[in-house]
């Protein structure tokens, strides 16, 4: 049996306000979506928080605040940060 089992990723469209990770990749981007990020800012590497889920999604990153369409939500994938690093 398994125990102390965590998710180290996940899509970000399914993740929280307060979520915190890094952008591991982009599965479902093509290569418009792939430019539109990098205008943004948001490349591989790059450390993001959920601050807002509903009307708009939005994330905040140390250049500021960015409020995203779907499809960029949909085209993110994050490794996630834990507050609890202890083992």
Do not use: C, W
Request: avoid cysteine; proline fraction near 6%.
């Amino acid at each position: 049996m398994f125990s102390g089992f965590t998710v180290s990723g996940a899509s970000l469209q399914v993740l929280n306000v307060g979520d915190r990770g890094t952008i591991a990749r982009f599965p479902r981007a093509d290569p418009s979506t792939l430019s539109h990020l990098q205008e943004l800012g948001l490349d591989r590497g790059t450390e993001i928080t959920v601050t807002q889920r509903y009307p708009n999604f939005r994330v905040s990153t140390k250049d500021g605040h960015l409020t995203l369409p779907p499809s960029l939500v949909q085209a993110i994938y994050v490794r996630l940060m834990s507050e609890d690093t202890s083992f």
